[in-house]
């Protein structure tokens, strides 16, 4: 009997040993981990030092000139409310912060209409590529409201070639596009103004391209060749 007692004692010994006798001892020993999960990545943390690169810094100086992907380097911002250079393609980064039509699609009290600076092709074309990257997931490429995030769970999103859309005014569909509507969130933060103006531009190119152009949209010089075509 004594001896499966002292069997026994000896065995609560161990373990009580080996559980709680080694805590808070220090090991040099890395520790035996069961499921390492992500703890160790070949990376490195901002500001940390490198024996890697020559200068002792792990964080690289971006190459001379660097800048934003589709932007060219930042200009002055006006502070006069005026429009300035955010009128040019690339020009500058402006997020719109001024008071006139420019910053917030409206004339007085009402949405106003119409491009607050000339179009060209180039503009077309920025507002095209502007649409794709921020509109087109939700939209779709032609803006009928059955981009990707349609397919996974998004309702309602809105058909842009619906009449009530074709006969908004500009400025309204900037304003929408600036501070979001109902479920759709506001893109004043990341689109510049300018690129949002773009982008009601192409949006206008998409409602003709669907049924909303007729002969009259047609240069007069190419009219002819279209109605011989018939
Ligand atoms: C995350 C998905 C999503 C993205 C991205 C998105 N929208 Fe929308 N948009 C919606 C939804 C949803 C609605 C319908 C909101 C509602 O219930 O009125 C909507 C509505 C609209 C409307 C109609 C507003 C009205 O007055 O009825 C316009 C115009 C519009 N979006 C333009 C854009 C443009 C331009 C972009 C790109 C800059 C864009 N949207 C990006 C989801 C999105």
């Known amino acids: 009997m004594l001896k499966y007692f002292f069997a026994l004692f000896g065995l609560l010994v161990v373990l009580v040993i080996s559980i709680a006798g080694f805590r808070g001892a220090k090991s040099t ?7 390492p999960d992500m703890d160790h990545q070949p990376k490195v943390k901002a500001q940390v030092a490198s024996s890697f690169f020559s200068d002792g810094r792990a964080a690289r100086v971006p190459v001379a000139g660097t800048v934003p992907m589709g932007y060219a380097i930042p200009l002055h911002k006006p ?11 690339y020009k500058q980064i402006y997020f719109s912060s001024g008071p006139v039509y420019f910053d917030t699609g409206k004339i007085g009290d009402q949405w106003g209409t119409g491009m607050p600076f000339e ?108 109605e011989a075509q018939k």
């Not at 502070?79 to 393609?89: M, N, R």
């Not at 949006?203 to 010089?221: C, Y």
């Open 29 to 35: 020993r890395s520790p035996i981990e069961i499921f």
């Open 79 to 89: 502070v006069d409310g005026s429009l300035g250079e955010a009128t040019g393609p």
């Open 119 to 226: 179009i060209s092709p180039e503009w077309l074309s920025r507002g095209r590529e502007r649409f794709t990257i921020n509109c087109s997931p939700c939209h779709g490429a032609t803006g009928a409201g059955t981009g990707i995030a349609s397919k996974y769970g998004l309702v309602a999103i809105a058909n842009l070639h619906q009449d009530r859309i074709r006969q908004m005014a500009d400025g309204e569909i900037f304003n929408t596009i600036t501070k979001g509507k109902n479920t759709m969130m506001g893109y004043g933060d990341r689109i510049q103004a300018q690129d949002r103006w773009a982008i009601i531009t192409y949006i206008r190119a998409l409602q003709k391209s669907q049924g909303g152009a007729t002969i009259n949209d047609v240069p007069p010089a190419e009219r002819a060749a279209l």
